[in-house]
């Protein structure tokens, strides 16, 4: 029973960090992002939905501007990173890469997307992805870590 736990706890640390360290440097990455996909590669498509569906909440509390976005699109991106490993080796860094790479740049886009409907403005991609070019590089580079965590805590537990 506490082997179901452990992934939870894995989100409340990643939401704790990000909330408390997030702040003082801009070299943090998305890490429920990165929790949210790396358990969806790693457990069953129900579960990577529902725990996905659960960090999209958590992320969308931080910024309540987005959270109708966050909820739906992070369950979209979990079962996106679900298929992607079923096609290619899903312990190889290098798909974590692109699972995270194509993740953090859909999420961007999203919120954009998102915020240019409800606001009425145009803003472009270009400005957004160079003014977050640190936090998508710390998440790109971070995730193949994450997901041998993630991995090796999900995997233990069969």
């Not at 939870?8 to 909330?19: E, G, K, N, P, R």
């Not at 997030?22 to 129900?46: E, N, Y």
């Not at 041998?148 to 805590?153: E, I, L, P, R, Y």
Request: net charge neutral; aromatic share 14%.
């Amino acid at each position: 029973m506490k082997n179901f736990f452990y992934p939870y706890l894995w989100l409340v640390i990643a939401l704790l960090f990000q909330v408390s360290i997030s702040p003082l440097t801009v070299w943090c990455p998305d890490l429920l992002l990165l929790a949210a996909i790396s358990f969806a590669v790693f457990s069953d498509t129900g579960k990577g939905l529902m725990f996905s569906f659960l960090a999209g909440f958590l992320r969308g509390l931080m910024s309540v501007h987005t959270l109708p976005v966050d909820i739906v699109i992070f369950p979209l991106l979990a079962f996106v990173s679900g298929v992607i490993s079923h096609i290619f080796y899903r312990h190889n860094p290098v798909t974590h890469i692109f699972i995270a790479a194509s993740a953090i740049f859909s999420l961007i886009a999203a919120h954009l997307t998102y915020l240019n409907i409800i606001s009425g403005s145009q803003m472009n991609l270009g400005p957004v992805f160079e003014d977050s070019w640190r936090t998508i590089t710390a998440t790109i580079l971070l995730a193949p870590f994450i997901f041998a965590m993630v991995g090796g805590q999900l995997e233990g537990q069969k």
